[in-house]
């Protein structure tokens, strides 16, 4: 055997293993259960049970609707509420840039209903990363599955403040 032989026998063997440890890690990631019994960073504890009923509503037990100011949250409440999905007016598409200059975005929803609802005309639902308590944020981990998910029911207005407010 040649030396050029073995550099790449070598090479093979370390871009072999370094693929077993990215696929072992992979599916490792994209394999674990979610989790209820985790100290949860508080805007993402609460999760909102949401029950079908007769004739076409929908019951949401905890929409949350928080308070902001730059520098705090300023109120922290959950509102159980009713809707009647035949009341149902309009739907929103909400888009956040969070990298690369508008290459990365967290889109959430808000649907509208009738005057009727008054506060909780607009409700927001977003999937958000469910970070614990102290965890950071990472785009990466983020895009390697490497937080679990949560669905927020809440008001546009929490949504929208919380954004542009409170996390500038």
């Known amino acids: ?69 730059q520098n705090e949250i300023v109120s922290k409440s959950y509102t159980p509420v009713e809707y009647d999905v035949g009341e149902l007016e309009g739907l929103w598409l909400y888009e956040q840039d969070i990298g690369l200059d508008g290459l990365i975005a967290h889109t959430f929803l808000v649907f509208q209903f009738s005057e009727e609802y008054g506060d909780t005309r607009w409700l927001g639902l977003s999937v958000e990363t469910r970070r614990e308590v102290g965890e950071q944020y990472s785009i990466v981990r983020g895009l390697l599955h490497g937080f679990e998910l949560t669905h927020i029911w ?6 929208v403040r919380r954004r542009v407010e409170y996390l500038d």
């Open 1 to 69: 055997m040649n030396m050029a032989s073995d550099k790449r026998s070598s090479a093979r063997i370390v871009a072999g293993s370094l693929l077993l440890v990215l696929g072992t890690a992979f599916v490792w990631f994209w394999s674990r259960p979610p989790s209820l019994d985790r100290e949860w960073d508080e805007d993402v504890r609460v999760l909102t049970p949401v029950e079908q009923k007769a004739g076409g509503s929908v019951r949401l037990a905890a929409v949350r609707d928080w308070s902001y100011t």
């Open 154 to 159: 809440a008001t546009e207005r929490d949504l």
